[in-house]
């Protein structure tokens, strides 16, 4: 609603609150005063103190700035969803670690995994493989290109107490590594590219849209006959190309992927796709 700019998500006995700047029209003076009211609301509603809570101003992302760092605080605090362990940064980042709309399809992931290979794409902080690890996967390969999220996803394992040795993190750019001839086939793979990106380490621009097709195919190689693909987005006017797809069958589970306390249900659209 554009009379209410801000989403507010909750982390055991603490808030990140974003307020979005391209959704109001307010003064600096009638902003600042409507934020005050906000944070007196969430006092009192959440019975909680003041320094318990985190807000962030979201304006429309950077290319480059898909988890861009806007504090060095570096405080992190263990959270629990579906009695698995994470470590989220409520205060440094845009984002926190943990994408909360993805909660059921992490569960859908980790009902799957037992005995699986699992490959992890564009993994940030490494959630789906510690749900699939937990869910019993025989392996599971985590897959991005910032050192910082792969040493993040590293202490999500260990946090839940899960030994590294038949886990893999490999630090290199999804989109050229998928190119390359498969040194193994995985059963399930979980793809959820940025919208955009430009980032100093890659040698590429992407754009989920314009590249989503051959940024498939090129995955599917990796799957085996009869796998499963998780295929995720968060760009709000997405289509899918689904005729130009490789694979056998192909399924929007977005209804079942976005959690009910979701009132906004174009947060993310999914898709179950086999190979």
């Not at 995994?113 to 794409?121: D, E, I």
Request: hydrophobic residues 35%.
């Amino acid at each position: 609603m554009p009379e209410y700019p801000l989403c507010i998500d909750v982390y055991e006995n603490k808030i990140h609150c974003s307020i979005y700047k391209t959704r109001n029209h307010l003064l600096e003076d009638e902003m600042k005063q409507w934020q005050e009211l906000c944070i007196q609301t969430m006092l009192e509603s959440f019975e909680i103190c003041v320094e318990d809570i985190y807000i962030k101003s979201r304006e429309r992302k950077k290319e480059s700035g898909q988890y861009e760092k806007v504090n060095e605080n570096k405080e992190k605090y263990e959270i629990q969803e579906n009695g698995i362990h994470f470590w989220v940064n409520l205060s440094d980042y845009v984002d926190t670690g943990l994408f909360l709309d993805h909660r059921n399809t992490r569960q859908m992931v980790r009902a799957l995994s037992k005995g699986k290979h699992v490959l992890n794409l564009f993994a940030y902080t490494g959630s789906f493989s510690v749900y699939a690890a937990m869910g019993g996967a025989f392996t599971t390969t985590t897959v991005d290109l910032s050192n910082t999220y792969l040493n993040w996803a590293k202490e999500n394992f260990k946090l839940n107490k899960i030994s590294l040795s038949k886990h893999q993190f490999i630090k290199t750019d999804v989109k050229e590594w998928i190119k390359q001839t498969p040194s193994k086939l995985y059963d399930i793979i979980v793809l959820d590219p940025p919208t955009v990106s430009k980032s100093k380490m890659s040698s590429s621009k992407f754009d989920v849209q314009t590249d989503h097709v051959e940024l498939i195919n090129n995955t599917l190689h990796h799957l085996q006959i009869g796998g499963i693909l998780f295929f995720s987005n968060n760009f709000r006017d997405f289509t899918l190309e689904a005729e130009k797809i490789e694979a056998s069958n192909i399924e929007n589970i977005t209804h079942l992927s976005i959690p009910h306390d979701f009132r906004n249900k174009k947060i993310h659209a999914c898709w179950k796709i086999i190979k």
